[in-house]
């Protein structure tokens, strides 16, 4: 078990642990820095020293430029999001973890947007209407071939490519 003094994080059975409540007034740079910092430190990274080369070493680590790591650190700038996901993995931390502490993203989103959404199907009468198809003897020509397409195919069936193309050939 590692417990930092600063009382920021802990590492209990390798799950960073954050604890004490930021300032109100940090902004998100700030507290993404803090996030980053403490799990760095709690990876074995020595970013406080300005030469023990933990900040180089991060750096190297993450794929960003020191002058980059250095500013993000102190809380001067956020790194561009594709950054996200590597200094996630290198400083041992879910993605999710670091934008969710960070504040980058909600809780909230992370619940939403892991439950499938199932988009209810439209009538082939609201397809008509989505693809501009105004015209009545059009409209009627695709009513009939959605149709005879849903009368000739099983339900949940989808050709696969050889199947479309050999009817596409004898076409």
Not at 155 to 171: M, V, Y
């Amino acid at each position: 078990m590692l417990a930092r003094t600063q009382g920021r994080c802990a590492l209990h059975a390798r799950q960073l642990v954050f604890s004490d409540m930021p300032p109100q007034s940090e902004t998100t740079a700030q507290r993404f820095g803090r996030v980053v910092k403490d799990a760095a430190r709690a990876a074995g990274y020595d970013v406080d020293s300005p030469r023990g080369g933990g900040r180089t070493q991060l750096a190297r680590d993450i794929g960003m430029a020191e002058s980059s790591v250095g500013r993000m650190l102190d809380g001067k700038t956020l790194p561009k999001p594709n950054f996200y996901e590597a200094i996630a993995r290198t400083v041992n931390l879910p993605v999710w973890t670091l934008l969710v502490e960070a504040e980058i993203i909600s809780r909230e989103i992370l619940t939403e947007t892991s439950r499938p959404r199932v988009a209810s199907p439209i009538t082939p009468e609201e397809a008509a209407q989505e693809l501009g198809i105004t015209d009545p003897s059009d409209r009627l020509l695709f009513l009939g071939m959605v149709e005879r397409l849903r009368r000739d195919r099983p339900t949940g069936h989808r050709p696969s490519d050889s199947e479309a193309e050999g009817k596409t050939a004898q076409a």
